[in-house]
């Protein structure tokens, strides 16, 4: 603890002297989902520093690095001197109060459904002056679930997404990840929990017997899934109805970001065809 004040007092001191003799520029990105989203609308040439989990689109890859998303360097974002950082989730409040210590401006945005993914596109197309192609691609990807929402399978299938393993985790049909599993039709078993993302009993999830089982995290194969105690009675066992990232890339359903039209389909396909 004593450390890390150390460090933000001394950056604090290089920042100050340094104020008046360098202009800020450009903006730093550590959200892999907001990062996309100012790439969509205004290309790439105001982003100068991203974190690792920032690959996509691939223009990204080629940034700055300043860290990953729970941690960043401090020092090597001091330095860059951005205009902003952007930063997303609950996970980056900390880094957000340390960055602001050293008198950066940080906008934080969290979009946690469909509707806050539109406003935070609005948000950053005012951010980076681009303001008409946030509503043009914002008009689009509304016309976009306009249409997917006229989908209305005529069995529907009972799903199970799991986004850990240990502790074995879920996610309710209020979170990001559920309404895109309803968008494709499908019906989660889990509609309500304590928390959007929360821990959910082995023995619910035989119970609750889903039809179809998707996997969003990496080092987990389906036979470890078959081989779970009990889970040979899971219709989705039996049928061998269950997906790994092998199958649906986690990033189309997982980042809030325009690519989620392409995940509700990819998706619709996996459950239904």
């Known amino acids: 603890m004593k450390k890390t004040f150390l460090i933000i007092f001394l950056l604090s001191l290089v920042i100050m002297a340094c104020q008046q003799e360098l202009p800020k520029n450009g903006i730093v990105v ?26 996509f689109p691939q ?21 860059l001197r951005p205009e902003y950082v952007i930063t997303s989730s609950l996970e980056q409040e900390g880094v957000a109060k340390d960055l602001e210590k050293l008198g950066i401006k940080v ?15 609005t948000e950053l197309g005012i951010i980076t002056k681009t303001e008409k192609n946030a509503e043009k691609l914002i008009s689009e990807l509304k016309e976009d679930i306009d249409e997917l929402k006229n989908y209305q399978p005529k069995n529907p299938k009972k799903v199970f997404v799991e986004i850990y393993n240990d502790p074995i985790m879920s996610v309710s049909a209020e979170s990001y990840i559920g309404s895109l599993v ?43 899934i078959k081989n779970r105690k009990g889970w040979e009675h899971i219709n989705a066992v039996k049928n061998n109805e269950i997906y790994t990232i092998e199958d649906v890339n986690p990033d189309l359903i997982v980042r809030a970001t325009p690519r989620n039209i392409e995940g509700v389909k990819l998706l619709r396909s996996v459950i239904y065809e």
Not at 34 to 50: H, P, S
Not at 62 to 76: H, P, R, T
């Open 30 to 55: 550590i959200s892999p989902e907001l990062a996309e989203i100012i790439v969509k609308i205004a290309g790439d040439g105001q982003i100068i520093g991203v974190t690792e989990e920032c690959n």
């Open 59 to 79: 223009i990204l890859q080629f940034k700055e690095k300043v860290g990953n998303f729970g941690q960043v360097n401090l020092e090597k974002i001091a330095l």
């Open 107 to 121: 906008i934080s945005i969290y979009p946690k459904s469909i509707d806050e993914m539109f406003a935070a596109i």
């Open 182 to 224: 309803e968008l494709a039709g499908g019906i989660n078993i889990f509609p309500v929990l304590e928390r959007d993302y929360s821990r959910v009993k082995n023995e619910s999830i035989i119970l609750a017997n889903p039809d179809v089982i998707i996997t969003t995290y990496p080092g987990i194969d389906k036979d470890t």
